[in-house]
């Protein structure tokens, strides 16, 4: 249960997965209003689950439940950090819920901590782009200066690697792309972060993440060359350290971070050191230290965009967001979504009956080449030219499938061949999946080729023996189809054993999500 504040004024009780009805003005509050209306910010947890809150050491007088900021009234403790508290508040004059960051720094006296505020609000308030954080007011309650901001569903990534450990390849490359359009907006306007970390990342629905916390940025051209350190020792890039001036390139460094950790759910730096003094220098000498061998599910690709990401030279990373986020997409998954059983088998049937169509003129040549009557013709010695000339169809196939052309079942049925990554098939590895998946269809021509001698009597009953090696190939070509088939079958996630070899799998080519081929 939950406390909802009715459009009319009246504050009742109301269970968050059902909804339920207003007692003072009858009107019905559905349940995923209040999802919406309730959600939190700078979340430690959703607040639709009231044991899941996570409570912390504050001072009484830090309790603000009921207290007025301007026109806020605070609900209720939402999370801490650093410089203060976030509390879910009523907006009394547009009845809504919102954030309100309330700074509480008792080394900082009212002034400083009032223009840390009012430089965050001014920064996030100039920037319209739907991965910020809204900003609605600042102002002050007395000695205490306040921010107040939308109200969002939660958790911050920090949150779900304290919880999950990692996250997966694919949605921490999302969040990256989405991360990188806010920071490029943001430096549009000469604005710099200076503090990204999974802490000031908030998820904002399904897929989408927001970037919150301004209050460390800085308008690049008006600061000093030799301002202060910043940020979070975890995130600092190594010019800062050295006392260089801050940068777009220095944001980039510390999203380079937050991504390596987003993946593997650890820093990219092995450090003993116990003081932020040596847990800063980690960032000037320390090397990336990836895992021992990438998983699967990560493409060899990832390693060079954080290389160039944590570069200790900020030249050595990207110049532009626009430049960075080109190379994200680039190793971005396209699609999750397996293609189901009975499309793969439609799809495979369709390929091999065109195939095997555009094979028989040349199988038919051959078999009336072999036959009594043109035996005795001499033109038996066309047969191994015809055979040769056979091999022009898979010649066309995989040339085609090297261009990145679907195959015909492909197309019918909109499926699509990517690595376990999700990353596009290369090339080679396209060619070498289509000449094991359609070996069926190959073994015809080359079998011709190999062993021209066969041939057919009036009843096209075969006359002549065949040699061992055709006989090995037809065995190979029975058993690798049947476990080819068989692994597709049996296997947990329905791979078969061409897509095991050459480590691909079969999607469908709309994305869901999307829309888009």
């Given amino acids: 249960m939950i406390r909802f504040h009715c459009a009319c004024g009246f504050d009742f009780l109301v269970a968050a997965s059902l909804g339920g009805e207003c007692p003072q003005c009858k009107s019905f509050i559905a349940a995923e209003a209040l999802r919406s209306a309730t959600s939190e910010t700078v979340s430690i947890t959703t607040i639709q689950a009231e044991h899941d809150v996570h409570h912390f050491d504050l001072d009484e007088s830090q309790l603000l439940t009921n207290r007025l900021y301007g026109h806020f009234r605070i609900d209720r403790r939402l999370g801490t950090g650093g410089m203060g508290a976030v509390y879910r508040a ?53 000695e205490e200066p306040f921010l107040a901001m939308e109200l969002l569903s939660g958790p911050t990534l920090s949150e779900r690697l304290k919880s999950e450990g990692s996250i997966p390849y694919g949605e921490a490359i999302r969040y990256a792309i989405q991360v990188a359009s806010a920071l490029d907006h943001a430096a549009q306007f000469g604005i710099v972060h200076a503090d990204i ?3 000031n990342l908030i998820l904002a629905g399904e897929g989408r993440i927001k970037l919150s916390d301004f209050g460390l940025s800085r308008i690049q051209q008006a600061e000093d060359q030799k301002q202060s350190i910043s940020g979070t020792p975890a995130y600092v890039a190594p010019e800062l350290i050295r006392g260089e001036a801050l940068s777009i390139q220095s944001d980039m460094y510390a999203l380079g971070i937050t991504l390596f950790e987003l993946v593997f759910g650890r820093s990219p730096y092995e450090s003993t050191g116990t003081s932020v003094r040596e847990r800063m220098e980690v960032h000037l000498t320390s090397p990336i230290s990836f895992p021992a061998s990438l998983p699967t599910s ?33 190793i971005e998954p396209v699609s999750t979504t397996t293609a189901g059983l009975a499309l793969r088998g439609m799809a495979y049937a369709i390929d091999q009956l065109a195939l095997l169509l555009c094979i028989s003129p040349f199988a038919f040549t051959i078999f009336l080449f072999n036959s009594s009557e043109f035996a005795r013709s001499g033109y038996q ?8 000339l056979s091999l022009i169809v898979p010649a066309i196939y995989l040339s085609v499938t090297f261009r990145g052309w679907r195959s015909i079942g492909r197309y019918l049925f909109q ?5 376990e990554n999700g990353l596009p098939a290369r090339r080679e ?8 998946r359609n070996a069926f269809a190959w073994f015809f021509p080359l079998l011709l080729y190999v062993d021209p001698t066969i041939s057919v009597d009036s009843d096209f009953e075969t006359v002549g023996g065949k040699d061992l090696m055709v006989k090995i190939l037809e065995i190979g070509l029975v058993l690798f189809i049947a476990i ?5 079958l049996l296997l947990k996630g329905r791979k078969s054993l061409h897509d095991y070899l050459c480590h691909s799998r079969v999607v469908l080519a709309i994305d869901r999500n999307s829309g888009k081929d």
């Fill in 298 to 330: 990560i493409p060899v690709e990832f390693k060079a965009v954080i290389d160039r990401l944590l570069s200790k030279d900020p030249k050595g990373r990207y110049s532009s967001f626009v430049e960075m986020i080109v190379d994200l997409k680039r």
């Fill in 381 to 388: 010695w066309l047969v191994p030219i015809v055979a040769f």
């Fill in 484 to 488: 080819d088939w068989g692994t597709t």
């Fill in 90 to 142: 009523l907006d009394t004059s547009l009845q809504r819920y919102v954030a309100v960051k309330v700074l509480k720094n008792a080394n900082q006296c009212a002034d400083d901590r009032a223009a840390t505020m009012l430089r965050e609000a001014i920064a996030q308030a100039r920037l319209n782009h739907p991965n910020v954080v809204t900003i609605y007011y600042v102002g002050r309650q007395a």
């Fill in 429 to 436: 590895q396209l060619v070498a999946r289509e000449v094991l």
């Fill in 415 to 419: 499926l699509k061949i990517v690595e």
């Fill in 197 to 199: 970390k999974p802490a």
